[in-house]
Structures are given as C-alpha cells and as structure tokens.
C-alpha cells in the first residue's frame, strides 16, 4: 500500500505489500489460470483424440467389410431382379387375357339382323411393353418397370344395311358397354368407313373397321 | 505492483515464468495439439466419408442372410413352376409342337406349328456388355400355329390351350375368312411361353436353389 499524501519515510525504508500479501487467496487466481488453461487443453487434446479414434475405427471396419459389402449389393440387386423375374413369372398367368370369352363377348355384341354383316378380318398384336417394346417414352423400360400386356384388337367388316352408321354406332355402343366383358374395354373407335359402288337397284355395301383398344394388364402377381 | 518497482529477483521471476509459460504453450501447440489437430482433421474427413458408408454397408450385411435365404426360395419356386410348365432350355420346338398339335387334334383341328422367325422381344445392345440386372430376366418363346377352322373351334382350343398350359400368351391373332367354305376361317396365332434369356441364368437358378437346400 503506497502513502500518496504523506510520506515521512526514507526510500529504503519503504515497504511495499503485493496484493497477494494483503489477500493470500489472490495467490491462487495465475494457478487457477494455469490449471484452467491446462484443462482446456486436456478436454481438446482428448476431444481430438476421440475424433482420431473414431476415425481410425471406422476406417478399420470399413476395411473390414469392404468386400462383403460390395458382394453383399451385388447380391441385393440380383434379389431384386430375381423378384421381379418371380413377380412377372407369377402375373405371366393372371394378366393373360382371356380370349376365348373376348371372342364370345365380340360375337355376342353384333346386333340385330346379324346376317347383315360379315367379318372379313379379326386381329391383333400383344404388344408386351418392357419386354417387347419400348415404354411411350422411348427410354430404357427395364429397370424397375413391370412389363405390362397392351392390345389393340382390329376387326374390319362389310355391312349391307340402309342405314349403315345406325347400325355400326349400335355396334360400337355394345362393345364398349356390354354386360360381360372379359375385360375393361377402353375405347371403341370407328376407323374407316366407307360405302363401295354398288349397283343401282342394290343396297350399298359398306367396308368399316373398329378398332377396340383393352385396358393393359400388368405382369404382377 | 509496476515492473518498474519490482526488485530484480522478481523481475527475472516474471520473465522467466513468462518465457516458461511462452515455451510450455509452444511445446503443447506444435508437439501435441498441432499433430492432434492434424490427425482430427483427417479423421474427421474418414467419418464423413465412411460413416454412412459403414453403416448402411452393417445395414446390407445384417440383411445378406435374409437376402440369401429369399433368393434360395425364389429360386426354388421358379424352378418348380419352370419344370412344370415352362419349355425346356434345349428342343422347345419339339416340345412346343407335340403340346399343341395334340391340343389342337384333341377339338378336331389340324394345326401347323412353326417357331416364330426372329425374336419377339427387345434384344440386348449387340457387341455391348449387357448389364443383366438391368433387363427382364424373361422373353418370349413364340411359335406361328396355322389352322384352317371354325370361329367355335378356334374358341374351343383356345380354351383348351388356356387350361393345359396356364404360361402361354397369345401373342397375336389374325383371322381370316375363307373363300371356299365360308364357316371355316385362316387362322394364325402367335402363341407364347416366358423363357429365361440368359442360358446362364439356369445355373445361376440352379446354384441358388442348391445354397438354399
């Protein structure tokens, strides 16, 4: 503690107390620092450590495990090709159309006088989209797509009718709301519809071909 | 207490506890934490790359014995159905043709049989290695069967053919009428049954079904 106002004391006889004198636990504050400070180091050093650690264990199991895993997603995309080879082995079946009852169903629906109209061409092309043809987008339809069962089924004909287009809007209304139909019809169009030269005394004959598109079948279980 | 009131005992004290202190904390930073930190770093860059890794790789393994187990049964159920009624890998035209030429006597029609020319489905890329996990594991075999009958005949095979042989499509369908008698049609089918596209395939099936027998 220093005299500022009076000082009667020789130089060397002053005598100067440090703070630590006046208050000992003062003493303590550059060692708490200290061990503070050693502890902050101590927590990062054992932080980093840890981060070292980990980082090397990880490496080690990677290591490890590298080559089973590689195998092991090999093994896991050939299960899911298998499963899809499975799936559309057991939808192969169920998702065939049932013809022999569409025949029926299409011979079912022509309507009264039936004797007006002959049949001179019936056909169609499975299309099996995924397998056979490209999706409609024309990319690569394989992975992941199922294949799937398209059919558009063409039946041309010849009537001798007054009033044809009664009788073709009769049949087109019958086919595309039939009681019975082995399958959903989506639509029925009219795609050709032509009258040929007939003689005078004699009724018109008239060509027409309908074009009667299914609804697809996936080749899913 | 200034520096400049310190005797000179205490001032080489504190110099020299500073330059100590000065010393200890460069010795700690460049021989211990320096490396430490370095070390971090690099590990820390390991865990970002691998933790995921590592753990969806644990994830695929704890799954592997489930997987390999399901592929023994897939395997073995598409054995079965293949043997039961699926064409065999070698002789199919034969196979195909004593099938539906006894069908197709069975209601009274006389059919010819032939294999369909070319192939009904995509084929792979030619001279490009076709990855197989990206493809169907199934095409199309297809035979052209050719009759000469009636629209109930024609009915009555198909129904036939359908019950016999629960794998086969008709992959298409054209009839025709027929000048001479007109309640006996030209009828071409195309019939299908799935077969495996890849020979290897077979045995791939085959080593799967063993594993899991």
Redesign the interface.
Known sequence: MRNHYINLLEPEECH?L??AESNPAYKLIPVLL?VAVLAG?FT??QS??E??????D??A??TE??E??EE??V????????????Q??QG??GS?????DM??YI?KQIPDPKEKV?????????K?V?????SPTGG?V??GAR?R?EVSLELRGMIRFEQPELFLGRFQGRLLNGEDAPVNILAVNLDNYKQLPAKEDELTDTAFTFTIELEPRVLAP | MKFSEMDKNQKQLLILSVGGVITAFFIVQNLLLKPAKEAALEAQTTIEELESEVNKGDLLLKRDTTLRKEMGNMAAEIQELRAQNLPPETSRYIWALQHISSLARGVGIKADVQETPGVRYMPSNAGKNTNRESVPMWVPYSVNVTMYTSFENLKKFLQELRVAHPFVSVGSVQIEPNDVTPEIHYIRLTLEWPVLRFEEDLEWLKSLHKEAT
Do not use: C
């Not at chain 1, 995924?130 to 490209?134: A, M, N």
């Open positions: 100067y440090s703070v200290v180091v990062k050093y980093l450590q981060t070292i650690a980990k980082g090397a990880l490496k199991r990677w495990i590298e089973q895993v092991a997603k093994r896991a995309e050939r299960h899911g090709r298998l499963e899809r080879g499975l559309t082995l192969w079946t065939r159309y049932n013809w022999p025949l029926s011979a002959q049949f001179t061409r019936l056909y169609f092309d499975e099996m995924g397998i056979r043809d490209k690569p394989y992975r294949p069962r």
